[in-house]
T-cell receptor, first 115, second 116 residues
Framework: DTEVTQTPKHLVMGMTNKKSLKCEQH?????MYWYKQKAKKPPELMFV???????INESVPSRFSPECPNSSLLNLHLHALQPEDSALYLC??????????????FGPGTRLTVL | AQKITQTQPGMFVQEKEAVTLDCTYD???????LFWYKQPSSGEMIFLIY??????QNATEGRYSLNFQKARKSANLVISASQLGDSAMYFC?????????????FGSGTQLTVLP
């Protein structure tokens, strides 16, 4: 099973809402990632979890809160977002973050619109 | 610091013809990996091909091949016999395993349109 799944596919939320994005993989990978991608731009790394611990936070505002409940799941909790946070949010996983090849497998993404 | 440059914002190719998407990179690290991803309008990033800096031969995967010229620091993607389904955004990316970040650095992407 070489699949990363993400739910929901689309999300529309107001600036006062609280919502969560979910990501799941069953490849036994120990590294998981959140990216934000604006239209026609490359993905921007937000967070990296390695062995269920947050290893990289790319200066992301606190209105984005990641969580890794176990090695297969990754959540992104959203609160008090701004319209400029509207984007495609991609989850990815890789074997680990070590020195090897470490291809990242991406999920289909969640298209978020903040009104 | 690592940098990836894709100089072609958009490319057009006739169906069944070959097309080359350009990618140049910059790193001072002798060990690195180069990746190409395809992103259709649906959004999913699909891994296409990988080239390691120490690989002696150019990588190939079906209709995809990577023209790796180490001295020029280029890693161009060649798609042979283009199909309508190849229309998508293509990203070149690099990973330097020895760096503290060890993460992917993406280029700005090339939007490929295959014409019938």
């Amino acid at each position: 099973d070489t699949e990363v799944t993400q739910t929901p596919k689309h999300l529309v939320m107001g600036m006062t809402n609280k919502k969560s994005l979910k990501c799941e993989q069953h490849m036994g990978h120990r590294a998981m990632y959140w990216y934000k991608q604006k239209a026609k731009k490359p993905p921007e790394l937000m967070f990296v979890y390695s062995y269920e611990k947050l290893s990289i936070n790319e200066s992301v505002p606190s209105r984005f809160s990641p969580e890794c409940p176990n090695s297969s799941l990754l959540n992104l909790h959203l609160h008090a977002l701004q319209p400029e946070d509207s984007a495609l949010y991609l989850c990815a996983s890789s074997q680990d973050t070590g020195r090897g090849y470490n291809e990242q497998f991406f999920g289909p993404g969640t298209r978020l619109t903040v009104l | 610091a690592q940098k990836i440059t894709q100089t072609q914002p958009g490319m057009f190719v006739q169906e069944k013809e070959a097309v080359t998407l350009d990618c140049t990179y910059d790193t001072s690290d002798p060990s690195y990996g180069l990746f190409w991803y395809k992103q259709p309008s649906s959004g999913e990033m699909i891994f296409l091909i990988y080239q390691g800096s120490y690989d002696q031969q150019n990588a190939t995967e079906g209709r995809y091949s990577l023209n790796f010229q180490k001295a020029r620091k280029s890693a161009n993607l060649v798609i042979s016999a283009s199909q309508l389904g190849d229309s998508a955004m293509y990203f070149c990316a690099m990973r330097v395993p020895s760096g503290s970040a060890r993460q992917l650095t993406f280029g700005s992407g090339t939007q490929l349109t295959v014409l019938p």
